[in-house]
C-alpha cells in the first residue's frame, strides 16, 4: 500500500495573523499514519491556533496544509489556491475529529443525540446504523449507562469522554486536540487521558495540544515545541521532552514541570 | 436568653407552647382593603345603575353571528401576521449575524424603516397599495410593463392587512430572534462546524433549538400584543372582531354596548393566550434543567 507512506497531514509555511499580530510565522510540519504528535509550548506560543487552521477553524494567510491529500480550506485552481466552497470544507472537515477544550457539547441533546447528530445529518446515515455505531463508541469511552443524560448532567469528565465518542463518530483519519483536559479538576484528567491512551494504541492518528508532559513523554510519537508562532524543537518525543537541546524548550519544561 | 431565666413568668410563657400566635393587624392594609371596597362598589353601581351601559344589547350581540365571524378574522389575521413575522423575523436575525456588511446593512436598514414608522400607518400604505402601484407584474422600471395584473386583484385589503402587520412585526421579531442567537455559546456552532455540519445544519440542528429558550417567552408577549394590535386594520376596511361591531353601530347607534362586546372577547381571548403562555413557559423550564459548571457536577 503505497499510500502509508505519504504523510495524512502536511502543513507548509503556514503563517496567520490577528490583525497587526502575527501568530504563525512559518509552520513547518508532517504527521503519519498512527502518528501521535503533542504539540507543546507556552500560552500564546500559537499552538492552539495552528491546530484549528488544520480543520480550518481558522483561515490562513499564506503556506498550505494538506489532510489525507486534500487542502482542507482551499481549492487549486489555474496554479493558484482559491477559498473552497462552503460544502467542501464542511465534507473535508468531517473527516478530521476534533475535540475542544470546553468540550462543547450539544446543550439541547442526550449525550446519545450528541453521537448520533453528525452521522446522520452530515453522511445520512439511517438511525439503525447510526445507533448502532454510537452505543459502541459510548461503551468504548465507558458511558454507556449515561447515554440519555444531557451534558449539563454530566462531569466534566464525562463530557468530555462523550465529546470524543462524538468525533470518533464520524471515522476520522485524524483526531485533533485542543487542551482537552485543561478544563478539567485534576480528579478528572486521568479518565480521559485513559480514553486518549487506549486511541492511540488502537492506531488513531492525533495532534495533541497540551500541558500534560507525562501523557506527552508515555504516549506521543512525535513531538513539537512552539515558541512566538514557530517550531523551535521537534522530533522524538523523549528527546524534546526529557533532554530538549533548545534553551526556550528547556526553560518552559522547567516551569511546567 | 438571661433575661428569659431570671423572669419569674417563665412557666406561664412555656405553657403557652401548644397556642398559635395572634397575627399583627397592620393599620395600612386595612385601609387599602377599605379603598378598593368602596371604588370596587361604586364601578359595580356605576355600570349596573347607569341605563345607558344597555347590558341587554351588549347580550344580545355577544353571541351575534357577524360578531363570531369577526373573532375568526381577528385570530386568523393574528396568526398569518405571527407566521410572517416569525418566518421572516428570523431570517433577519440570521442576516444580521452574517458576515456580509451588505447583508448586515439590508437587515438593518429593513428594522430602521419598518420599527421607525407607525404600525397604523403600514397597514394604511398596503391597504392603498393599488393607488401607489396600480398594476403589479413584470416590466423595466420606468419603462414598459410588460406583463401586470390589477394590484387590486393580487393584494386583497385581507393580505393587505397581514402584510401590513406581519412586516412591522418581523422587524421586532429579528431582535428577539437575535438576542436568542447571541445566547448561544459560539462554541456550539464551531463543534457543529467541526463535524461537518454547513452553516444551514449547524443553524437548525444545533444554534436554533437552543435559542428557543430565550426566544419563547417574548414571542409569547407579541402574540399577545399582535391579537390586540388586529384591531388597526378596521382603517383599511377589513371586518375583523372591532370591524363587525363598529358595522353594527354604524347601524343601530348602539355604540357603548358594542365596543362592549369587543372588548368582553379581547379579554377573554388574550386570557386564553396568557395562560397558554404561562404554561409553555413553566414546560420549558422544566425541561431545560440548570446547567452546570463542567467542574461541579
Known amino acids: ?257 | 436568653m438571661s433575661s428569659l431565666r431570671t423572669s419569674p413568668d417563665l412557666d406561664q410563657l412555656v405553657a403557652l407552647s401548644d397556642t398559635r400566635p395572634v397575627r399583627r393587624r397592620k393599620p395600612g392594609e386595612t385601609a387599602l382593603v377599605a379603598v378598593i371596597a368602596v371604588l370596587v362598589a361604586f364601578g359595580g353601581a356605576i355600570l349596573f345603575t347607569n341605563p345607558r351601559f344597555d347590558w341587554p344589547t351588549v347580550g344580545r350581540y355577544l353571541f351575534d353571528v357577524s360578531v363570531l365571524h369577526g373573532i375568526a378574522v381577528t385570530l386568523e389575521l393574528t396568526v398569518y401576521a405571527m407566521v410572517v413575522g416569525i418566518v421572516l423575523g428570523v431570517v433577519l436575525a440570521v442576516l444580521r449575524q452574517s458576515a456580509s456588511p451588505v447583508a448586515r446593512g439590508a437587515a438593518w436598514l429593513y428594522i430602521w424603516f419598518f420599527r421607525g414608522t407607525p404600525v397604523l400607518v403600514q397597514v394604511l400604505f398596503w391597504g392603498f397599495a393599488s393607488a401607489l402601484f396600480p398594476q403589479i407584474g413584470l416590466g423595466i422600471p420606468g419603462g414598459p410593463m410588460l406583463f401586470g395584473v390589477d394590484t387590486n386583484l393580487v393584494v386583497p385589503l385581507f393580505a393587505a392587512a397581514v402584510l401590513g402587520l406581519g412586516l412591522n412585526e418581523a422587524a421586532y421579531m429579528a431582535e428577539i430572534v437575535r438576542g436568542g442567537l447571541i445566547s448561544v455559546s459560539h462554541g456550539q456552532a464551531e463543534a457543529a462546524g467541526a463535524l461537518g455540519l454547513t452553516r444551514m445544519q449547524t443553524l437548525r440542528h444545533v444554534v436554533l433549538p437552543q435559542a428557543l429558550r430565550v426566544i419563547i417567552p417574548p414571542v409569547g408577549n407579541q402574540v399577545i400584543s399582535m391579537l390586540k394590535m388586529t384591531s388597526v386594520v378596521l382603517v383599511i376596511g377589513v371586518r375583523d372582531l372591532l370591524g363587525s361591531v363598529t358595522e353594527i353601530y354604524s347601524r343601530n347607534y348602539r355604540q357603548i354596548a358594542l365596543l362592549i362586546v369587543a372588548c368582553i372577547w379581547y379579554l377573554v381571548m388574550t386570557s386564553i393566550l396568557t395562560y397558554l403562555q404561562s404554561r409553555l413557559e413553566r414546560r420549558l423550564g422544566r425541561s431545560v434543567s440548570p446547567m452546570r459548571s463542567p467542574q461541579d457536577a
Open chain 1, 1 to 257: 500500500m503505497p499510500d502509508a507512506e505519504l504523510p495524512i497531514m502536511v502543513a507548509r509555511n503556514v503563517h496567520k495573523s490577528f490583525g497587526p499580530t502575527e501568530v504563525l510565522k512559518g509552520i513547518d510540519i508532517d504527521v503519519h499514519r498512527g502518528e501521535v504528535l503533542c504539540l507543546v509550548g507556552a500560552s500564546g506560543s500559537g499552538k492552539s491556533t495552528f491546530l484549528r487552521c488544520i480543520n480550518h477553524l481558522e483561515t490562513i494567510d499564506r503556506g498550505v496544509i494538506v489532510v489525507d491529500g486534500q487542502l482542507v480550506g482551499g481549492t487549486v485552481v489555474n496554479g493558484r489556491v482559491h477559498e473552497a466552497a462552503p460544502a467542501d470544507i464542511a465534507a473535508r472537515r468531517s473527516r478530521i475529529g476534533m475535540v475542544f477544550q470546553q468540550f462543547n457539547l450539544f446543550g439541547h441533546l442526550t449525550a446519545l443525540e450528541n453521537v448520533l447528530l453528525a452521522p446522520m445529518k452530515v453522511r445520512n446515515e439511517n438511525r439503525g446504523t447510526a445507533l448502532e455505531r454510537a452505543h459502541r463508541l459510548l461503551d468504548r469511552v465507558g458511558l454507556h449507562d449515561r447515554k440519555d443524560h444531557y451534558p449539563g448532567h454530566l462531569s466534566g469528565g464525562q463530557q468530555q469522554r462523550v465529546a470524543i465518542a462524538r468525533a470518533l463518530a464520524m471515522e476520522p483519519t485524524l483526531m485533533l486536540f485542543d487542551e482537552p483536559t485543561s478544563a478539567l479538576d485534576p480528579e478528572l484528567v486521568g479518565e480521559v487521558l485513559d480514553v486518549m491512551r487506549d486511541l492511540a494504541a488502537s492506531g488513531m492518528t492525533m495532534v495533541v495540544v497540551t500541558h500534560e508532559m507525562g501523557f506527552a513523554r508515555e504516549v506521543a510519537t512525535a513531538a513539537a515545541f512552539m515558541h512566538d508562532g514557530r517550531i523551535v524543537e521537534q522530533g522524538d518525543p523523549h528527546q524534546v521532552i526529557t533532554q530538549p537541546r533548545d534553551q526556550r524548550t528547556r526553560t518552559f519544561l522547567g516551569r511546567v514541570r
